[in-house]
């Protein structure tokens, strides 16, 4: 089971950035975004696939971008003109895969998760 670690949260205004980063302890290529906001259920927010390619949720396109770097087992989500509604513990997940007939494959089942880091968006 890996280590997964998530850093970068904090408070900011409403129009403000913030980064978070995901680092794993061992590579995990199945990696995603998650948030959920007090009492509300979580969200899925950006997911990564064997090839590298990233998806985005639909609340999130345009405004975050996500980015690999494969040597750091890192995950980082850039997140641009936040909002109030943006407010919510974020987590990260990291999974090795499901082995398929002929190859690994990303099924949206992550093994491993992160504490969650607090970000705070004021109005």
């Known amino acids: 089971q890996a280590q997964v670690v998530e850093s970068g949260g904090g408070s900011v205004q409403a129009g403000g950035s913030l980064r978070l980063s995901c680092t794993t302890s061992v590579n995990r290529p199945c990696m995603a975004w998650f948030r959920q906001p007090s009492g509300k259920q979580r969200e899925r927010l950006v997911t990564t696939e064997m090839d590298g390619e990233i998806y985005y949720g639909d609340s999130v396109k345009g405004r975050f971008t996500a980015s690999l770097d494969n040597a750091k087992n890192t995950l980082y989500l850039q997140m641009y003109n936040l909002k109030a509604e943006d407010t919510a513990v974020y987590y990260c997940?990291?999974?090795?895969?499901?082995?398929?007939?002929?190859?690994?494959?990303?099924?949206?089942?992550?093994?491993?998760w992160g504490q969650g880091t607090q970000v705070t968006v004021s109005s």
């Open positions: 997940a990291a999974d090795e895969g499901v082995r398929g007939l002929f190859s690994l494959y990303c099924n949206g089942h992550y093994r491993d």
